[in-house]
């Protein structure tokens, strides 16, 4: 369900905004985000520029471009909110955008043939605090056409609520139950694969009755990874992968392999893929090139994008939402200005949001300090990390060979944590590898997807114990009792020790680049979580003297109260006595 908002929403209260505050006119292009607050199922709110017929500002630099993006915002929009201005009252401008409105929606409307209805339009008032003024505007509005104004006070909050209202009136009822379904479906996986995981663990305990294994300790940690199931697209139809399938074909259907969760035959989910990078490395260039039309503003000047922007894509059947992201300068954690700092804050929202994340690095300079912090960044936020080295059609076929040896060894040296990123040459400006690149942010995601029965797990940590000893310190050995996936997105691995304090960083390191090896996670930030059985068997002894201690203090509260009442009952006696 897509909503158009004429102007930049000030009741908006998300930081991703606030550089639209700061500097006039900063959106170009238009920015989409989607919530559900106040509404029974998540809302698409997108914000256009300001839409403007000044013919010095439409000869300008940009204002072709970004008047372009207004009027295509409307043809993916179920619904329009008309924003005027409650104290300037109506002008020309809106006078013909009124118009304007009328005449593309009927347009629309004829065809679309009844596949799609034309959006609806809500007319808002904006800054109506005073009731003269609002009167006098009443009386001006119905010359447009579009029906009695909802009054509203974006900057004081007057009349949000009538206009949440009208605006939940028109999400259709199927909408809700369609929600309502997903939350189900998700709660039903996320059962499936509790009781599969379960009757690992129940096994592999039977099996060994000595090895200490504790069916009850694994499940309070499943349960603490996996919050709020209902919530969590993870557990959606196509979260979870095969490795095998992986290395095989990774993009067939559905296949069914033992001991690994896979449902694949869907791909309803789209992958949420955002760009990321210095200023001026061809984010916009590669978004506009990947769609085949210009989408975004994408310009020579550094620092043409202002906000992340959203545009949802298909590649060979997928679906994928682009995330273009505003170029960061400096390293990050430096001092810069309020406006750098807001693109910063705004582009570390899209990585957080996003599944897979290219960084862009410009062929001409090679890494800098800079690209690396940025990498870093997205391995430290468990994403999906793809380096993509742009204008390489500007690199002479004599410096590439030398180029290429370069940077890899760059990325092996500051980028050790996670072996095996994937490192691709492009030119987004004339479309060099652009299948390769999405067949990689395929491939990629398949692996930040995969989930690993327990028992494949063990099975192949019994071999890696052969190569790899156990650490010990004092004459005490490290034991690892099992481990289990307790997580996807990023792959997350829980050890359950006899001491975590034997848990070496060199072992840990070890066991991370030889599961990546063996269970395809090659690229894949993955994370570790040592659980020590001394502390667990401390923390559920103080959890029954708690309750014990509770049941005591119970006790002794009935009976005081009890000897309190007996108390009152005698001195009533004796004065009544008395």
């Not at 919530?35 to 000044?54: E, N, Q, Y």
């Not at 900057?155 to 997903?182: C, N, S, T, W, Y």
């Not at 090895?211 to 139809?237: A, C, H, L, Q």
């Not at 790899?468 to 050995?477: E, K, N």
Request: proline share 3%.
């Amino acid at each position: 369900f897509f909503l158009m908002i004429r102007r930049p929403p000030r009741s908006t209260q998300s930081r991703s905004s606030a550089a639209s505050d700061v500097y006039k006119r900063q959106t170009r292009d238009r920015k989409e985000v989607v919530s559900d607050l106040w509404f029974d199922v998540p809302v698409r709110f997108v914000d256009t520029a300001g839409f403007d017929l000044d013919p010095e500002e439409r000869e300008a630099m940009f204002k072709q471009k970004v008047l372009d993006q207004t009027l295509q915002a409307l043809l993916y929009s179920n619904l329009a909110l008309f924003v005027v201005d409650g104290r300037e009252g109506l002008t020309s401008l809106d006078l013909y955008l009124a118009e304007w409105l009328r005449k593309h929606l009927s347009l629309m409307q004829k065809q679309a043939k009844g596949e799609k209805e034309a959006a609806n339009v809500i007319l808002v008032a904006n800054k109506a605090e005073n009731d003269h003024l609002c009167d006098e505007l009443l009386s001006e509005v119905h010359s447009i056409g579009l029906g009695d104004p909802i009054l509203v006070s974006a900057e004081h909050g007057d009349g949000i609520a009538d206009l949440i209202g009208a605006m939940k009136d028109r999400i259709p009822a199927g909408v809700v139950q369609e929600f309502e379904d997903r939350r189900k479906r998700r709660r039903a996986r996320y059962e499936e694969i509790k009781a599969a995981e379960r009757a690992e663990v129940l096994k592999m305990a039977e099996a060994d009755p000595e090895s200490g294994i504790d069916v009850r300790t694994w499940e309070e940690e499943f349960n603490k990874m996996n919050t709020y199931p209902e919530e969590n697209s993870d557990f959606d139809s196509d979260s979870e992968v095969s490795p095998a399938n992986i290395v095989n074909n990774p993009l067939d259907g559905a296949e069914e392999k033992s001991g690994v969760h896979v449902k694949r035959a869907f791909r309803s989910k789209p992958i949420q893929m955002a760009i990321i990078g210095r200023p001026n490395v061809g984010k916009s260039t590669l978004l506009n090139t990947l769609i085949g039309e210009e989408r975004v503003v994408a310009h020579d000047q550094p620092g043409t994008t202002r906000d992340s922007i959203r545009v949802d894509w298909v590649y060979k059947g997928r679906k994928i939402t682009l995330i273009d992201t505003a170029g960061i300068k400096g390293r990050i954690g430096t001092k810069k200005e309020e406006i750098e700092n807001l693109v910063e804050d705004d582009a570390f929202n899209a990585v957080k949001k996003a599944h897979v994340v290219i960084c862009m690095i410009d062929a001409l300079v090679a890494f800098r300090n800079q690209d690396f912090d940025l990498a870093q960044h997205v391995i430290a936020e468990g994403r999906a990390l793809i380096l993509a080295v742009n204008k390489w059609d500007l690199v002479t076929q004599d410096w590439r060979k030398k180029a290429t040896t370069y940077m890899r060894r760059q990325v092996e040296k500051n980028l050790a944590d996670v072996r095996d990123i994937p490192l691709l040459f492009v030119s987004a400006k004339t479309g060099l590898k652009e299948e390769v690149l999405m067949d990689e942010v395929l491939n990629t995601y398949e692996r930040w997807n995969t989930r690993v029965s327990t028992g494949m797990l063990n099975d192949w940590f019994e071999r890696f114990k052969k190569v790899q000893p156990l650490p010990s310190q004092d004459g005490q050995q490290l034991r690892i009792r099992f481990i289990s996936q307790v997580k996807i997105r990023p792959p997350t691995f829980t050890l359950f020790v006899n001491d975590r304090n034997l848990v070496q960083k060199n072992y840990l390191t070890f066991m991370r680049r030889s599961l990546m090896q063996e269970f395809g996670f090659g690229g894949i930030p993955i994370r570790f979580l040592v659980r020590d059985a001394k502390y667990q068997t401390k923390k559920r002894q103080s959890e029954r003297m708690g309750k014990e201690m509770t049941r005591k203090r119970m006790f002794l509260k009935q009976r005081r109260q009890e000897s309190y009442a007996r108390r009152r009952i005698e001195i009533l006696n004796r004065t009544h006595n008395f």
